[in-house]
């Protein structure tokens, strides 16, 4: 995930602006601390870990238990199709926190 320019100058991201039931201003402090822990994998994947104080880390945590209730909404509905998805839950959390970071970029749009 990348952070560049600064967010409270966007026109495209107000923060007061909902992203999954949270303000923008809200989820951020949580984000750009996982943005600043995240480390490579020799898989190419990325991993985090990071402890919050409560009031930095409960509305992304929120916001991301909204995001994954989506994921399994879209799931359930998948069942019987050439769709459906057998995501463990890392697979889901990791989902999620893809979904929110396109929701603040401003290619989905929750509240």
């Excluded at 995930?1 to 991201?13: F, L, Q, R």
């Excluded at 303000?23 to 943005?35: C, F, H, N, Q, T």
């Excluded at 050439?82 to 970029?105: K, N, T």
Aim: without cysteine; negative net charge; charged residues 30%.
């Amino acid at each position: 995930m990348a952070v560049t320019g600064n967010p409270y100058d966007s026109e495209a991201m107000k923060v007061n602006e909902l992203i999954y039931g949270e303000s923008v201003e809200s989820l951020l402090p949580g984000l750009l601390a996982i943005a600043d822990n995240m480390k490579p994998a020799k898989d190419g994947s990325r991993h985090f870990s990071v402890r919050l104080e409560p009031e930095r880390g409960n509305p992304l945590y929120r916001a991301l238990m909204r995001v994954e209730a989506e994921l399994l909404s879209e799931d359930a509905d998948a069942v019987g199709t050439p769709h459906e998805s057998q995501r463990s839950y890392e697979e889901r959390a990791a989902d999620a926190l893809v979904r929110l970071a396109e929701a603040l970029g401003g290619r989905r749009r929750r509240s």
